[in-house]
């Protein structure tokens, strides 16, 4: 069966629903989007996926052209079309097709934004294997701008540094800046060091994740200390544990970085109890 995606306005077999070649996210990565994980059927930590799009938006001078209700309701059409009981939903805005190439942004009176969304099926998202035996990464310099606070769609590097990582036979790349970790090709980083869970703290420098700001409330809940501040990769390699999260992993142990263990090189108590709680409360306020 076909998916049925949407784009501006309407529902479309994938088959039939275009975009012009004219369109800035294609031509210039002038867009910004978000992921936002589906379990039971229903939109897991959907508010905050709405707050941080009209926030990528409004850095970038776009016209938010969908409210957060709306945008909703257009998640939970597709999630009931395309039948998705676990997976994601991929929601893309660009500022549009002016019909022509120009590094000068187009007047927004008369070129709307595109607004694309589809959903992809996950059926072992919350069971996921990888979950079980941890993700392997290694280190690469962060390339990326200064800006990625912001959620665009340029993402030709972190794409080639997921592809570094499978080169070298891992899962995943985390990138450091000045010396220190900033977060992964696509979540954000941790390690947990006895009863304290070491995360960067939020700036430009890296993506304020929604998983993160759920699970960091949950750790607290569960009476962990938070140190929201910068860490290396040696400090990383003689932790505890290590772990990424995000809202297509959710919590993901990270058992190996640059070739060494950390801590036992098995998915550390905290990362698999964190993973539990997020998956337990999230289901509990999915909607
Ligand atoms: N990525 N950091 C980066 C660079 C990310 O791309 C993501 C999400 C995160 C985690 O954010 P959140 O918890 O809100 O998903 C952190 C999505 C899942 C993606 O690009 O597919």
């Not at 799009?53 to 001078?61: P, T, Y």
């Not at 040696?234 to 772990?243: C, I, L, P, T, V």
């Not at 990424?244 to 098995?266: H, L, N, Q, R, W």
Request: aromatic share 8%; charged share 25%.
């Amino acid at each position: 069966m076909p998916r049925t995606v949407y784009v501006n306005g309407e529902y479309l077999p994938e088959g039939e629903a275009r975009v012009s070649v004219f369109d800035r996210g294609f031509l210039m990565a002038d867009g910004v989007y978000e992921v936002t994980s589906v379990l039971d059927g229903r939109l897991i930590d959907y508010p905050g996926h709405a707050v941080r799009l009209a926030r990528s938006l409004a850095e970038l001078d776009m016209a938010n052209p969908i409210g957060a209700e709306e945008l909703a309701a257009v998640f939970r059409e597709l999630v009931r079309l395309n039948r998705i009981d676990q997976g994601m939903i991929y929601l893309q805005i660009t500022r549009g097709n002016p019909g022509d190439r120009s590094f000068v942004f187009p007047d927004p009176e008369t070129t709307p934004c595109t607004v694309v969304a589809f959903t992809q099926n996950v059926p072992d998202l919350a069971d996921a294997p990888a979950a079980k035996t941890g993700f392997r990464v290694i280190s690469i310099p962060d390339l990326r701008w200064d800006r990625v606070d912001i959620k665009t769609t340029q993402l030709l590097y972190p794409s080639m540094g997921k592809m570094m990582a499978r080169k070298a036979g891992c899962d995943d790349s985390w990138f450091v800046r000045d010396g220190t970790v900033t977060e992964g090709t696509s979540n954000n980083a941790y390690i947990v060091k006895g009863n304290r869970i070491i995360t960067r703290a939020l700036g430009t420098d890296v993506l304020h994740g929604i998983t993160r700001a759920s699970v960091l409330r949950f750790a607290t809940e569960a009476q962990f200390e938070i140190e929201e501040r910068p860490f290396t990769v040696a400090e990383a390699q003689g932790a505890d544990e290590a772990f990424s999260t995000a809202a297509s992993i959710f919590v993901m142990p990270v058992v190996e970085i640059d070739g060494v263990a950390v801590g036992s090189g098995k998915p550390g108590p905290v990362a698999v109890r964190l993973r539990e709680i997020y998956i337990e409360e999230m289901r509990r306020a999915a909607a």
